[in-house]
Nanobody, 117 residues
């Protein structure tokens, strides 16, 4: 079964940067689509960004476009979420996910990101 482990969360000031990592079980990138989601207390989980099914392009939520960037290291089976110019509204638990072309099937445990003003 695919396993996903996120790390890199923490407490930062508005305007700071943070990079989250998601380590997947071996072979995940060759068989699954990868993406990032987040969920703030009392709110629904929302899509942040992800790779296309074939990995040829990336997509982002409007709220993070221009500030967040996803990337990957195939040799390490790791996907990253680089977050710049962080805002208090970015405060949430961030999850990485893996799936196929139509559904997200696997989720990590999440890593907390808190941005103070």
């Amino acid at each position: 079964q695919v396993q996903l482990v996120e790390s890199g969360g923490g407490l930062v000031q508005a305007g700071d940067s943070l990079r989250l990592s998601c380590v997947a079980s071996e072979g995940t990138f060759s068989t699954y689509r990868m993406g990032w989601f987040r969920q703030a207390p009392g709110k629904a989980r929302e899509f942040v960004g992800g790779f296309s099914w074939n990995g040829g392009s990336t997509y982002y939520a409007d709220s993070v476009k221009g500030r967040f960037t996803i990337s990957r290291d195939n040799a390490k089976n790791t996907v990253y979420l680089q977050m710049n110019s962080l805002k208090p509204d970015d405060t949430a638990t961030y999850f990485c996910a893996a799936g196929d072309a139509s559904s997200w099937w696997h989720w990590g445990q999440g890593t907390q990101v808190t941005v103070s003003s």
